[in-house]
T-cell receptor, first 111, second 114 residues
Framework: GQQVMQIPQYQHVQEGEDFTTYCNSS?????IQWYKQRPGGHPVFLIQ?????EVKKQKRLTFQFGEAKKNSSLHITATQTTDVGTYFC???????????FGKGTKLSVIP | DAGITQSPRHKVTETGTPVTLRCHQT?????MYWYRQDPGHGLRLIHY???????DKGEVSDGYSVSRSKTEDFLLTLESATSSQTSVYFC?????????????FGPGTRLTVL
């Protein structure tokens, strides 16, 4: 079935460096969502993108949805130790109430 | 956290025993989901429910059954637990009427099958 690939699987950055994770699909997506899971915690919804070329910002986090709606990215500017965790992208089919998750990118921040 | 609780939070059981995990929500949400999370696999949907007594299978439903006799409770049962079902199980709800596909997760249940 339809899947999304997330890259990289792991990322280690020095505190203060930027971080980007990518979510790629072979087919057009109706929407993309991003979740964050802290170590030992549960996934927490961050944002949803639905429009081609959409860009949304949350403080140091910038989310983009590609023009073709086949890829998305999450960029964190000047990482902090509080950014540590795994970031998942997810999508639902048109009219569907099910989400399919990518395998996530695990971010480690070295103080 | 959308008023979602899961019980138990941790459980250790033996192969072949039945196990039931409970998800409870306090805000009358229609859609509820069960996922399992394993290293290298991300979150995979086991079963979901779109109303009382209305359930359907997800990607990895073999070996699992669910029941929803009340809006607030969604039960996941492993009829005969196997070691491959050792995992962290998350329940989630959708905010129907606001965004039916944005999901909010419970705290999780860590299950170990020996």
């Amino acid at each position: 079935g339809q899947q999304v690939m997330q890259i990289p699987q792991y990322q280690h950055v020095q505190e203060g460096e930027d971080f980007t994770t990518y979510c790629n699909s072979s087919t057009t997506l109706s929407n993309i969502q991003w979740y964050k899971q802290r170590p030992g915690g549960h996934p927490v919804f961050l944002i949803q993108l639905v429009k081609s070329g959409e860009v949304k910002k949350q403080k140091r986090l910038t989310f983009q949805f590609g023009e073709a709606k086949k890829n998305s990215s999450l960029h964190i500017t000047a990482t902090q130790t509080t950014d540590v965790g795994t970031y998942f992208c997810a999508y639902s089919g048109a009219g569907s109430y099910q989400l399919t998750f990518g395998k996530g990118t695990k971010l480690s921040v070295i103080p | 956290d959308a008023g979602i609780t899961q019980s138990p939070r941790h459980k250790v059981t033996e192969t072949g025993t039945p196990v039931t995990l409970r998800c409870h929500q306090t805000e009358n949400h229609r859609y509820m989901y069960w996922y399992r999370q394993d290293p290298g696999h991300g979150l995979r949907l086991i079963h979901y429910s779109y109303g009382v007594k209305d359930t359907d299978k997800g990607e990895v439903s073999d070996g699992y059954s669910v029941s929803r006799s009340k809006t607030e409770d969604f039960l996941l049962t492993l009829e005969s637990a196997t070691s491959s079902q050792t995992s962290v199980y998350f329940c989630a709800i959708s905010l129907a009427g606001v965004s039916t596909d944005t999901q909010y997760f419970g705290p999780g249940t860590r299950l170990t099958v020996l």
